[in-house]
């Protein structure tokens, strides 16, 4: 199995999207053949500049679907990798246009997108400025895959962790006595897919992710439901930086993963919210034991360099 892995310097290109998920994301992207990725990527758009995509994980992500989605999303991986650092003017409009071969108006659509994300401000005479990360809308899906795609770090793991055990053994107990006989039919598809599947495998992630959204949906709780946005991008980061390969840590999701189905069924409320922590403690340790995922506060040394050269030269 190889997965997509993008380094600094590369001129990439933006594959077409295969096997979207209910909520508009491709885990499909997430790790395939060499070939098949080759030819996403032959399918794909060529990006209009040289990417400088941090020396770290790259997660795919969904395809923009018009020329300002394009931009705003390669102005906001930009931001979110630190290309732009907070408090740091944008250049102007002319080479913007210049950068990306947009006109000044899709330039301008691009930048309210960001702004109504919370990722930039704009000021008469002060010109568009990128907000303090404490701004940013966290529970965007465009912000969150803009994440995946500028790279992952402990921290950014850590907060997806966190927000999920706020919000999933809560969600994994109204299942418990909220769900019909419809949730419990995909609650047993989707842990079927899982057993059948490779764990590296696109199959074993889409029957992970069916599992913990069908899960929201048996909460019955609409705000429980509207959160798989911030689950599918724990999901997706988890399943390609540390897919359960190892014969024990299959075993263990799976366990553990059967055992929140077994106790959605019964209507055992606590021990759906234990197994729901265990299962999310467990990706934890994954995540703490792969080498893929950078320390905290790390920049790769060119992006480093550039802020320094802005900061200069403003």
Known sequence: MTFLIISGGADVSVGSVIGFTATGYSLSAVGVELDTIAAVVTDGTRLRRQAMTSRIVVIPTRRAHSNHAEVARSIGVDIIAGRYAEGMRLPGDAELTAMFEVSRPVLRESVKTLVAKGLLSTKARVGTVVRERGAWNMFDADVLAWHLDAGIDKRFLGDLAEIRLAVEPRAAALAAARRTEADIVELRRSIERMRQEASDSVGFADG???????????????????????????????????????????????????????????????????????????????????????????????????????????
Do not use: C, Y
């Open 208 to 314: 992970d992710l069916a599992l913990h959204v069908a899960v929201a949906n048996a909460s019955g709780n609409l705000f429980m439901r509207s959160i798989g946005h911030v689950i599918e991008a724990a999901l997706r980061a988890s399943f390609l930086l540390s897919a359960p390969v190892e014969a024990q840590d299959r075993e263990t999701v799976l366990l553990w993963h059967q055992r929140i189905v077994d106790a959605i069924a019964d209507g055992d409320a606590e021990m759906a919210a234990t197994a729901m922590i265990e299962v999310i403690h467990n990706g934890m340790e994954r995540h703490e034991r792969s080498p893929e995922v950078q320390a905290t506060g790390e920049a790769p040394k060119q992006e480093a360099t550039r802020q320094d050269a802005t900061r200069q030269e403003s």
